[in-house]
């Protein structure tokens, strides 16, 4: 018998990070709409916490690679963007 195949998956942190985001905006859309017990509430809002924190270290990464990429000897000194400064 054959077995099935499943196509690898990126697991990049930007695609953790993407997945993780689409996967709270619909756990928050199916909160909002009012329809879960407070049981399944209850249970999604610690999903909806483990979400949040997985995306905030994923945009904590990324920050620390941009700094990186910017000024590899002094990545503290990095500055944000500023479109202004360039005009």
């Given at each position: ?36 017990t407070l ?49």
């Amino acid at each position: 018998m054959a077995r099935k195949t499943t196509p690898p998956q990126d697991t990049s942190p930007v695609a953790d990070f993407e997945q993780s985001m689409q996967s709270l905006e619909d756990l928050v859309a199916r909160m909002e709409s009012g329809e879960m017990t407070l049981e399944e509430s209850l249970a999604a809002y610690e999903r909806g916490v483990g979400l949040y924190r997985s995306c905030q270290s994923a945009l904590e990464q990324a920050e620390l690679r941009v700094r990186l990429l910017s000024d590899p000897a002094n990545p503290d000194d990095a500055r944000p963007f500023d479109a202004s400064e360039d005009a």
